[in-house]
């Protein structure tokens, strides 16, 4: 029997997280787990893409700094798109905006983290 190898993410690509409904305590560790693991393959460049996100709770925000951290730490860049209403409010009010660069848009998250 032969076993899969998961491949090993291209450096120099932008890895898309997609995150969508709540971002809380109860969802925060996963999300911030499959970070760490694309991260471990070898990701240095990371988008959460906020689209279907519609709330944002201080546990996400926790999450968002571990991953921003995690990332720096690897000498990668991290960045948030398509940040909204309730979740927009949060980012903002929390001054996250000066730790983590965030992007109206995915193409425009993609382009700025390349450059």
Known sequence: MQ???VQPFDMNATEIMNVAGRFDGGNAEDILNDAKLRMQMGARKLVLDCMGLNYLTAGGMHAMADIAKEVRA????????????????MFDACGFEQIIPSYGNQAEAVAQIAA
């Not at 000498?75 to 927009?88: D, S, T």
């Open 74 to 89: 690897r000498q990668g860049v991290f960045a948030v798109c398509n940040l909204r209403g309730q979740p927009k409010s």
């Open 3 to 5: 076993t899969a190898r």
